[in-house]
Nanobody, 122 residues
């Protein structure tokens, strides 16, 4: 199973980015997909998750109303649309997959992508 994340970059505060994560070697529609992030010297934190069908989503309080997670099962891809970005959103963003259900705990996720850097300048 491979998860390939992309779309990170440098953006000014208030700007937007869209991250993508494409899966291979897995029955994508059977997995809950999520995004986590990790800032330097900090733990990896939950950002958002989406159910198998896309009907249910979950967000960290810090990103509610600014970030939107979505998925396209035909393309084996999950997205994270990030709007109104803040300097505190700066981190490496990781996509992850699990077959258990919507969850915010890292230990419940079976597969991880390599991460993509998001840097928000003030």
């Amino acid at each position: 199973v491979q998860l390939q994340a992309s779309g990170g970059g440098l953006v000014q505060a208030g700007g937007s980015l869209r991250l993508s994560c494409t899966a291979s070697g897995v029955s994508f529609s059977r997995y809950v997909m999520a995004w986590f992030r990790q800032a330097p010297g900090k733990e990896r934190d939950f950002v958002a998750a989406i159910s198998w069908s896309g009907a249910s989503t979950s967000y960290a309080d810090s990103v509610k109303g600014r970030f939107t997670i979505s998925r396209d099962n035909a393309k084996n891809t999950v997205y994270l649309q990030m709007n109104s970005l803040k300097p505190e959103d700066t981190a490496v963003y990781f996509c992850a997959a699990n077959d258990k259900g919507l969850a915010a705990r890292t230990r419940l996720y079976d597969y991880w992508g390599q991460g993509t850097q998001v840097t928000v300048s003030s």
